[in-house]
């Protein structure tokens, strides 16, 4: 899920980095499906979700790991994150593991991503069992190196507890 509100940011080209990144390690067969706040953030604000608003909350509902990133706006996430994700109800993310990733325009937002993003996906009940993913602006060229060492760290706790998942609903 990209929650910056520019289409094809940068913010959208680290996750899918870091998607590659995590499915690469996890071997995993599952579909990717890339939820780009950008392209639905019209039909936010209305009582009545139009269609494609609906199957974004299906899919960020279903997944079973779930990268959300957002560039730092003002230190933190965007509000555009924030809006999408105040429309889901309460547990909605209760069966996802969850990655926070933040694109950094400065170091003093580090830990932006440990202290905004991480409580904002708990409290709707995601799991977040790894340290968040960043990658400075100023690096961005480099962004594949520090996501596939990000995902050399988090995959084998993910893959673990996907594994711990199936066998107890089985």
């Given at each position: 899920m990209v929650?910056?509100?520019?289409p094809r940011s940068r913010t959208r080209a680290v996750a899918v980095l870091a998607a590659e990144a995590l499915t690469g390690r996890l071997g995993s067969a599952a579909g990717r499906e890339i939820v780009d706040l950008s392209a639905l953030a019209a039909g936010l604000g209305s009582a009545a979700a139009p269609a494609a608003l609906q199957a974004a909350e299906r899919t960020v509902q279903d997944a079973d790991v779930l990268v959300v990133a957002s560039p730092t706006y003002k230190g933190?996430?965007?509000g555009l994150l924030k809006t999408?994700?105040?429309?889901?109800p309460g547990g909605a993310l209760a069966s996802a593991v969850a990655l926070p990733l933040m694109v950094l325009g400065d170091a003093r937002h580090a830990l932006a991503v440990e202290v905004h993003l991480r409580p904002l996906l708990t409290e709707l009940?995601?799991?977040v069992p790894t340290p968040g993913a960043?990658?400075?602006?100023n690096r961005i060229e480099q962004a594949g190196e520090l996501l596939d060492a990000w995902a050399a760290q988090v995959a084998p706790q993910v893959a673990g507890l996907l594994a711990a998942r199936t066998a107890l609903t089985s």
């Open positions: 929650g910056n509100p520019r933190t996430y965007t999408f994700l105040d429309r889901l009940g995601a799991f960043v990658v400075p602006e």
